[in-house]
């Protein structure tokens, strides 16, 4: 598997909302969710949030919302792959309500299935 490295403004939504929206292109939703969840691991991990109250208090959201983005992370590494690459195309199409069957499988064919049984669904 290819490695990635990538970075994504996650400024508090008032700094966000000064840029200029035209100047940057936003990632589809499922690609910008999993590269969150990478850094918010990142920076639990290196100590740039002291905890996920910390982090979540850096963000500007609820630590359920921080809970919800950290699924992503969990999920088995050719999935993330596929969701990086955006391989099929129509994974990029799909909202994080649409993926939710899929971040809450544990099992690593869970995961699989349901994705495969979205994307199925979605020809």
Not at 19 to 36: E, G, I, S
Not at 37 to 47: M, P, T, V, Y
């Amino acid at each position: 598997m290819q490695s990635f490295e990538f970075k994504v403004d996650v400024a508090t939504r008032k700094r966000s909302k000064q840029r200029n929206r035209h100047q940057t292109k936003k990632l589809p939703p499922l690609q910008r969710l999993l590269v969150l969840s990478h850094q918010l691991e990142a920076a639990l991990a290196d100590g740039r949030a002291a905890s996920f109250a910390d982090a979540a208090r850096q963000l500007g959201i609820s630590q359920a919302r921080l809970s919800q983005i950290r699924r992503f992370i969990r999920l088995v590494p050719d999935i993330q792959e596929r969701i990086l690459l955006g391989d099929p195309p129509e994974i990029l199409t799909l909202s994080e309500r649409e993926f939710l069957d899929v971040l809450l499988a544990w099992a690593p064919e869970n995961q699989r299935k349901h994705l495969d049984q979205l994307l199925a669904n979605g020809d």
